[in-house]
Every structure is written in C-alpha cells, then in structure tokens.
C-alpha cells in the first residue's frame, strides 16, 4: 500500500520569506504519478503541478518550485518570497498508474504567511 | 465547461436521515470518485467508479453507497446518517486512471450530521 507523510502540520512565516513544505512518499510501485494541490481559505482544491515518476526534473513555475528526488522518496514544495495570497493548505499527493484507488494524500501542510 | 458540480454545498442532518450528494461533470471523464475531507486526515477515498456500470470501493466505504448510471453523474448516498459521517465531501474526476490525469475536484459539500 501507498502512504504520503507530510510531517510539518502547520508553518508560519512572514511575508517575503522562502518557504519548503516537505512531501515524502512510500510505494512498490516504478510508475506513479506526484501531485500538489493547494487549499484555500475559501475550500476549493486547486491543482499546482503533477510529476511522474520518471522525470526527475525539478520544475519552476513563478515563485513555485519542486524539487523531485527518488533516492529519498520525496517531492518537496518551495515558496520563494511568499505572500499573503500563499497562505492556505498545501496536499501532497501519489497516483499509482493503473490503479484505480485513486489518489493518496498526505494529512496536509497549514501554511500560513503573515504581513 | 462547468467541470464538476456538487449539489447542495451545505446540508445539515439528524442521525438516521438519508440523503444524497449529487456529482455531475460535462467533461466526458471515464473515472469519477467520492472523497471526505476531516480535519487533520487529508483526503480519504469512499467509492469510485472507472466507467458508467462500475463502482467499487476505496478506502473508507462504510455507511455509504454509490451508482453510476451514466457517464456524467456519479451520486453518493447516505442511507442512515451518524455523526461520524459529519465531513466536506469531494467528488472528483478525470480522463482515465492509465497515465495519471489530473483529477478535477468539484466545489465541496459541507456535511453536518447532529
């Protein structure tokens, strides 16, 4: 079975600070699919990226970027100057291709920028 | 596109009472999914369903069932409400379960049950 940790329950930075929400994954599967969703205030899961298992290419959106890593199962997630917008919670998540379960995710990372 | 629906986005129910959670979506998807959302557990998958006729369980089935007639709707039923069934509910969906595609989430349904 598949398990997603996301160890930081909540962080709390100032605005314009950098900030790493860390993401580490268990499966037996070789190809599987990662996943970030963001959670606003407002209750809506919206999808920030996906990464599958054989691109291990960090990718860079704005001021996002993740950092996918196999040899310690993890696929972390970096705020660079974070703002107040930033502030909700953040889901990891895995997808094993072919199965049909569905998503697993983590318990969710409270982020919290303030001014 | 209206993506995926979910009616209503509030409900409040008396222990014992049923009801169901409408899920549409206009986008064709093969693969559609119920989640609940409780504080401090993430999301946690109740049924899903890879085609219209086929449904199954996921991780947290109990107390709950579903049906997928057609393409676009895949509705979940609470047959006897109970407290511990008090959660946001998720439905989902997507292209296919084959590569990974993006799951779409619809808006929540805020359930109550006293």
């Known amino acids: 079975a598949q398990k997603v940790t996301q160890a930081q329950t909540e962080i709390s930075v100032v605005e314009k600070e950098d900030v790493t929400l860390d993401c580490v994954y268990e499966t037996r599967d070789t190809t599987y699919y990662l996943f970030w969703y963001k959670q606003p205030p407002s209750g809506e899961l919206v999808f920030l990226i996906r990464?599958?298992?054989?691109?291990?290419q960090n990718e860079i959106s704005g001021r996002y970027s993740w950092n996918f890593q196999k040899s310690t199962s993890s696929f972390n997630f970096t705020i660079t100057a974070s703002q107040v917008v930033d502030s909700a919670v953040y889901f990891c998540?895995?997808?094993?291709?072919?199965?049909?379960?569905?998503?697993?995710f983590g318990k969710g990372t409270h982020l919290i920028i303030q001014p | 596109n209206a993506g995926v629906t979910q009616t209503p986005k509030f409900q409040v129910l008396k222990t014992g009472q049923s009801m169901t959670l409408q899920c549409a979506q206009d986008m064709n998807h093969e693969y559609m999914s119920w989640y609940r959302q409780d504080p401090g557990m993430g999301l946690r998958l109740i049924h899903y369903s890879v085609g219209a006729g086929i449904t199954d369980q996921g991780e947290v089935p109990n107390g709950y069932n579903v049906s997928r007639s057609t393409t676009e709707d895949f509705p979940l039923r609470l047959l006897s409400a109970a407290p511990s069934q008090t959660s946001v509910y998720f439905c989902?969906?997507?292209?296919?379960?084959?590569?990974?595609?993006?799951?779409?989430f619809g808006p929540g349904t805020r359930l109550t049950v006293t």
């Open positions: 990464r599958n298992s054989f691109d291990e």
């Open positions: 989902a969906s997507s292209y296919s379960t084959a590569s990974g595609n993006e799951q779409y």
């Open positions: 998540a895995l997808f094993i291709r072919g199965g049909a379960d569905g998503l697993t």
